[in-house]
């Protein structure tokens, strides 16, 4: 569908006012032009795909790191915005941009598609099989883009397609069950999802007069009732913790998990999940302020179950892809506790949590296909002894590893130290709650770690093959990012901050919600660096506030 | 000068990274010295930024240096920094010192290991760790060193991973050290939402050592009970202490290091770090924290007596001795604690080194009951040793001796009974730390098949050996057959010990020398308190002030002796004129550890694990039944889907527009456009 509208929207851009490089329209449509070029390329010549569809994700990724550095800090709107009219009667328009909530996903999309498509070879019809992935880069890309409701829907759903095929077609034993699986839930959620959007454009055309789906223009003209808001809140609701997944609602995970092909696991932890936490602060927040900080308490607490649900049902998993998917469980419920926290710091470390785990959890799968490869299994108790043959494999696998128990110097510990002093101030006993939530990535990591790769090989492991350099190639970048993001993840914060910190103050505005200011209680005169300024500027007028707090601790 | 403090760290964080790179390029010996190079400089580097603070006034030995913002968002805003202050730099010359020691033992320790550079990245990446945790400027600093140095424990533990007990402690180890993690981790969040900081020291009256005073009590007591359970969990005590004795599964040179001598020690680091913020909690904290010190202390000296793997009595003695630190940290005898910190460091890296060249020279023996009368074949060793024992023991003038006393008099002013705890415990560790003695160096030789019933001994202890893989005591066994260094084992039905190489027996004869002079670091007399002056400014207003006579004083240490040398004497009796039987002193209760350690793993491995499965259980069945409806829906759906699955993508796009139509059309419709 997206290559469809490409030649139109291209058109259209030639009239556009701005002479700028398209970028944000460049990166939906590079890789779905790329799709397209693959149906044109012969079945019979897959290294010929191989090359487009490589290729192409490295165009897109090369822009999405072009995008990073051309982004302005300190600007909290959209940029980079383009506008165009699509379905004018309906007031729809293909309508992008990125801010700091958006700008690392959209760079996280751009660098894992090309490390998925590099590091795993599809066993058949390699031509299909970089066709979906490409289409399934542009739905990413275009979730992440859009401002306008109906395109987003229209991305959001796109995005299904390419992955219920690439489960069915290359994924393993009960790969159709849990294509379909997977699809008929997140349609489900999707569904709920299109009413709201509907019943919004056409709610806001009632108070406003003007028929639109424009996300900023709604957003900020919050027309709606409250009881009505609540009801639309909870419809995208449902389809976002569907995506995520949130607890109870996870189920489909484990299976898709374990029946896609590698590329289609890692994507699917990597960026997809995402779909659903992004999601929730670009609409849910941005959108139902008030409904969200209404639900905020159920969402928190379904966040924290999976924490722990997740972790122990993962300590027992006998298969190791599905250890990591309910890990993604618990991994999710601490960016939707962050999320629901609605502090400077609980919001910063969902969105940079969100980039952590594409990145964790993206190297992870990778390094599940390697193993796969070789041994053929997924099952942990036939492995055993892997470091003693495969000692970089293994060395490998403990950075990553240690970056999802989120050791601090790496980069898990950063977002969740974040989600957990964030959510401390406003959500206390559920933060203290998911604190504990650190010490079960340990178990089930570690445990699975010891299983897989101490011990002494037996015959069948004893001659399992060490990374080549490809696979070093493909895990190289990952490490750096799992490395720099851990001991300097202040170039994205400080991107971040700036969105989120509007953010909260268009859910203070429209809400009860305050946020608990906290101060350094002392004579101040405090140097503070960077975007933190920013807060600054407010934080005489937040002293009622921190004095309230300051009293919180005398009691 | 000061500002040299970066280098500190960042030297032994360069030799990881090069021997990391260099991988298996870098072989044996060179990464060995490389890495010992790097921690030696990072312990010049250390001694240069203590005479720059030296040099300055008293009140003026508080130093921040800031490398770069590590973490800020909103009002967080953390930087990468280093605290330098007579704490500090206190502790940092002995991690480096002791550190740079056991570097160097390592290179004759491992000598043949396959794992050699691999060993070497791993120690380097420790000293890293460990420097960060003491040298941090603000609580998550010190958490970055504080996990670094459990995620070390942790690959050093399990560094022979083809023995599943090995990974199993290591496991263990790092768990463990998580739960009390947790409580570090919400210290901070509760430091930060009421002093809006993580700094110790912001310059500006607002750091958390600056503005304690103005914590609220409950606060304070808060963050000071989540600190000392964070304690609890690095530093082994009560109830957390069960990976310590596991921990001895790593090689020898770890437990010298990182299981006696360093990390373990974080926890009395932190509580005097954060004692203003004792100080200001609630009186019983502090009362809290000796109790459960003093418990752990006799808890710990009782299992050793029991003990037979040689690693295993000196892992309790260090839970033990730990324990002491502790009741003085809680007694307000914050210099105390530092001060058996150190001669602690000194005496106990001696023993494990001193171990480990006794297992080196045995062939990876480690069952005391197969050693004896090893003073002839191993006189340095064995004479070094006997300084560690006498030192440990608290006999004067050596350094255990001082330091000991100056707890067990603060465990007196602050109540009777804990001094008296700890006078039972000091007892028992002569008695213990005696026994050991008097089995490996003294008495007939039972190693070499002198020994009866081994089959018996291996029942006994199940999984309690060191057990590196038979490849590596293989490799290294052969190696000495032909060095010119080892001594004569001509291989007659067993070994005969040796000594060990030099730089194996260098580090002993430092280390002794520090066993017998360390006290003079604080020595009770008029003008002598060097270490109490020196951390003066850091406890000056938490050290508690005790009112204790002269006479009372000396009348206390005079009882400290008596226990001590009581302690050796029946020993004696029972090792070494084997008057009443050993097997009537060492029940198997205190073998098992009182059986602690057991009950937990019953109810981990039983009922946690069962609650697990029948979680993951639940999952399957109940969580998927309970959207049962689509789960129908996808059995009766799949067949007539799979026609179109078998190639339609039309079919799939079309659905789904199909859908959304409809669903736009009822919109339409509704609303009447």
Known sequence: MGSLLAPALLATEAHAESPEFPILTALIVIPALGALALALTPASRPELSRLVGVGMSLVTGAMSVYLMTQFVIDEPGFQETSKHSWIESFGISWNLGVDGISLFLVVLTGILFPLALIGVKPHHDTKSYMAWLLLLEAGCMGVFLALDLFLFFVAFEIVLVPMYFLIGGWGYGERVYAALKFFLFTMLGSAFMLVSIIALAFLHERATGVLTFDLVEIAEAQALAETTARWLFLGFAVAFAVKCPIFPLHTWLPDAHTQAPTAGSVILAGVMLKLGTYGFVRFGLYLFPEAATWAAPVLVTLGVIGIIYGAIVAAVQRDLKRLVAYSSVAHLGFIVLGTFAFTSQGLQGGVLQMVNHGISTGALFLLLGMLYERRHTYEIASLRGLQRAAPVMAAVFTVVMMSSIGLPGLNGFVGEFLILIGSFPTRRWWAVVATFGVVLAAVYLLWAYQRVFHGDPDDENATFADMTWREGAVMAPLLALIVFLGVFPRPVLERIEPAVGRLITHIEERSDFTEPAVTRQGTGAVEVVGPAAVEEEGAEEAEEAGAETGGEGEG | ?673
């Open chain 2, 1 to 673: 000068m000061l500002d040299a403090v970066w280098l500190i760290p960042a030297l032994p964080l360069l030799g990881f990274a090069i021997l990391v790179l260099g991988n298996r390029r870098i072989g044996e010996p060179w990464a060995g010295w490389l890495a010992t190079l790097m921690i030696a400089g990072s312990f010049v580097a250390g001694a240069v930024t203590f005479a720059g603070l030296v040099e300055r006034p008293e009140e003026e030995r508080q130093h921040v240096y800031r490398v770069f913002t590590w973490v800020a968002a909103g009002g967080l805003d953390v930087d990468l920094g280093f605290l330098v202050d007579p704490l500090s730099m206190t502790m940092v010359l002995f991690v480096t010192g002791v550190g740079t020691l056991i570097h160097l033992y390592s290179i004759g320790y491992m000598h043949g290991d396959p794992g050699f550079h691999r060993f070497f990245a791993y120690l380097n990446l420790f000293a890293f760790s460990m420097l960060m945790l003491v040298l941090g400027d603000n609580l998550l600093v010190t958490f970055l060193g504080w996990e670094g140095v459990g995620a070390c424990s942790y690959l050093l533990i399990s560094f022979w991973f083809t023995s599943e007990a090995n990974a199993s402690a290591g496991k263990k180890a790092f768990v463990t050290n998580r739960i009390g993690d947790v409580g570090f981790m919400l210290a901070m969040f509760l430091s930060f939402v009421t002093l809006g900081t993580l700094s110790y020291v912001n310059g500006d009256g607002t750091g958390i050592l600056e503005n304690a005073a103005a914590l609220s009590v409950a606060a304070a007591t808060g963050i000071a009970l989540l600190a000392f359970v964070g304690a609890c969990g690095k530093s082994a005590q009560l109830p957390l202490f069960v990976w310590l004795p596991d921990a001895m599964a790593g090689p020898t040179p770890v437990s010298a290091l990182i299981h006696a001598a360093t990390m373990v020690t974080s926890g009395v680091y932190l509580l005097t770090r954060l004692s203003p913020v004792l100080l200001q909690a609630e009186d019983w904290v502090p009362t809290l924290i000796a109790v459960v010190g003093a418990a752990t202390a006799l808890f710990a000296a009782t299992v050793a007596v029991a003990q037979r793997d040689i690693k295993k009595v000196l892992a309790y003695s260090t839970v033990s001795q730990l324990g002491y630190m502790f009741l003085a940290v809680g007694s307000g005898a914050y210099v105390a604690a530092v001060f058996h910190m150190i001669t602690h460091a000194f005496f106990k890296a001696l023993l494990f080194l001193g171990a480990g060249s006794v297992i080196h020279g045995l062939h990876e023996e480690q069952d005391m009951r197969r050693m004896g009368a090893l003073k002839r074949f191993m006189p340095i060793t064995a004479a070094t040793f006997i300084v560690g024992w006498l030192a440990i023991a608290g006999v004067p003038p050596f350094a255990g001796f001082w330091s000991k006393d100056e707890i067990l008099l603060y465990a007196y002013a602050k109540h009777p009974v804990l001094w008296a705890v700890g006078l039972v415990t000091a007892l028992l560790t002569a008695f213990y730390m005696s026994r050991q003695v008097f089995m490996v160096f003294f008495g007939e030789p039972r190693w070499g098949g002198a020994v009866d019933g081994e089959h018996a001994l291996h029942e006994d202890a199940p999984g309690e050996s060191e057990a590196p893989s038979a490849e590596v005591a293989a490799a290294q066994a052969a190696d000495h057959d032909g060095s010119a260094g080892a001594a004569d084992h001509a291989g007659h039905g067993g070994v005969t010990p040796h000594e060990s190489p030099w730089t194996m027996f260098v580090p002993l004869l430092v280390l002794a020398g520090l066993a017998v002079v360390g006290g003079g670091l604080n020595l009770p007399f008029e003008g002598t308190h060097f270490l109490a002056d020196w951390l003066h400014p850091v406890v000056e207003a938490t050290e508690a002030e005790i009112d204790v006579s002269d006479g009372t004083k000396v009348a206390l240490a005079g009882v400290a002796v008596v226990a001590a040398l009581l302690g050796i004497a029946a020993a004696a009796l029972v090792y070494l004129r084997h008057r009443i039987d050993a097997r009537r002193v060492e029940p198997d209760v205190l073998l098992q550890a009182w059986h602690y350690d057991q009950a937990i793993s019953a109810f981990v491995g039983g009922p946690g694990r069962a609650g697990a499965e029948a979680a993951a259980t639940a999952d399957r069945t109940g969580i998927d039944g309970a959207v049962n409806g689509v789960a129908t829906l996808v059995r009766n759906g799949g067949d007539r889907l799979r026609v179109v699955q078998t190639g339609l993508v039309r079919s799939y796009a079309l659905s789904i527009a199909a859908g959304a139509v409809g669903l736009l059309a009822y919109f339409v419709v509704r609303t009447g456009i």
